[in-house]
């Protein structure tokens, strides 16, 4: 079965083919990191309107890539939510018109469940239960799945989420955007111990998230510290050990929780998924956390990681196999949950 996979819930606009749930024939993304680079952030209207911009192309492209005519597509999965809703809209109405003139089924995909199919793309064996940290600019998530398609959350983030945390220390300090790379380069050449970040306290026994607490303690040590944005040159050395000691903090805090969520759930697996999921401290505290008490980590490639439309095809893949119809009035939920 040959899914065409859209994704456009917020920068990226992506559209991709996989045969049977993991062979990807093409993925292409379209970046809009060059139009937002100004603003330190995502404008929706400007992404909306750059999706419009390159849907089009994005998709005859993944066609071209993998040597495929639309014909040859067997069903269209599209993002539904959660996401920006003018971006959102834009796949929408592109899946629903093709689906329309192709007379193909067509499902909506929860954005999530895309970052957790990433992981199976590569490692289709990935034995449930399986517990999964979806983490990026616009999540952090705990998700538990007893088997496929079967989700429970478990914990979620009560404020700003992790990839956000990055994204505003960076914009704060005059780093570039997006925040979470620069930071996780520049923070090998500081000292993590160099400032003192104590972790969220969430003492209801809840495993939910908390990071606007560390920005708020960046900020007075911003203060405290002298510390100026910086400008152009050598990136200076207090800046180096501020940005490593949050990075640590807020990886330290995604593990502890990640640890206890395991302690309680004794799954056979763990993912770790969603743009975040490419820090390598993360990637190495996880292996070094889980893989010690013998339960695999999974992550998918960088490609697969951040957002794309090969894992909304994946995820897609099970639901169109169940059978699905050409549901035209299929809508955008910017706030979709997925349990
Ligand atoms: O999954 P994604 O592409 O989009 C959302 O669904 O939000 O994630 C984007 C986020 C951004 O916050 C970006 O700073 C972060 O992923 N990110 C990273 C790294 N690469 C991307 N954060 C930390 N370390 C990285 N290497
Ligand atoms: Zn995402």
Redesign the pocket.
């Known amino acids: 079965m040959v899914v065409l996979g859209i994704e456009t ?2 920068d ?1 606009t992506a559209a991709a083919l996989v045969k049977d749930g993991h062979e990807v024939l093409s993925s292409v993304v379209a970046s809009q990191i060059d139009t937002h680079r100004s603003f330190g952030g995502v404008v929706p209207e400007l992404a909306s309107r750059e999706h419009l911009r390159n849907i089009g192309y994005v998709v005859r492209r993944a066609f071209a890539d993998a040597g495929k005519e639309y014909g040859d597509a067997d069903g269209i999965a599209v993002t539904q939510g959660p996401g920006l809703v003018g971006s959102l809209l834009v796949g929408l109405s592109f899946a629903k018109a093709m689906a329309f003139a192709l007379e193909k089924p067509l499902v909506g995909v929860n ?1 999530l469940e895309g ?1 957790i199919y990433s992981a199976f793309i590569e490692h289709p064996g990935i034995e449930f239960p399986v517990l999964a940290l979806v983490v ?4 952090t998530s705990l998700v538990f799945s007893p088997a496929p398609g079967e989700y429970r959350s478990i914990g979620r983030t009560r404020d700003d ?1 992790a ?2 945390a ?2 505003k220390l960076s914009k704060f300090l005059g780093l570039g955007y ?4 620069v ?2 380069r520049l923070a090998s050449g500081g000292n993590a111990r160099a400032y003192a970040f104590s972790l969220p306290k969430i003492s209801d026994g809840s495993l939910d998230f908390s990071f606007s607490g560390f920005k708020t303690a960046a900020l007075r040590l911003i203060d405290a510290e002298g510390i100026r944005p910086r400008r152009a040159g050598k990136v200076p050395r207090k800046i180096l050990d501020l940005v490593a000691s949050y990075q640590s903090a807020i990886v330290e805090t995604l593990v502890r929780q990640t640890r206890r969520a395991a302690e309680r759930l004794r799954p056979r697996s763990i993912l770790l998924v ?3 999921a ?3 401290l993360l990637r190495r505290r996880f292996k070094e956390t889980f893989e010690t008490t013998g339960t695999p980590v999974y992550y998918p490639t960088p490609d697969l ?3 794309n439309a090969a894992m909304i095809a994946a995820a897609g893949t099970p639901k169109l196999r169940a059978g699905a119809g050409v549901p035209l009035d299929l809508n955008a939920h910017p706030d979709l949950r997925l349990c």
């Open positions: 819930s917020c990226e954005h970052h990026s600019g616009g999540h989420a990839g956000e990055l994204d997006p925040g979470g790379p930071i996780d969603g743009g975040v490419c820090n390598s990681t951040t957002d």
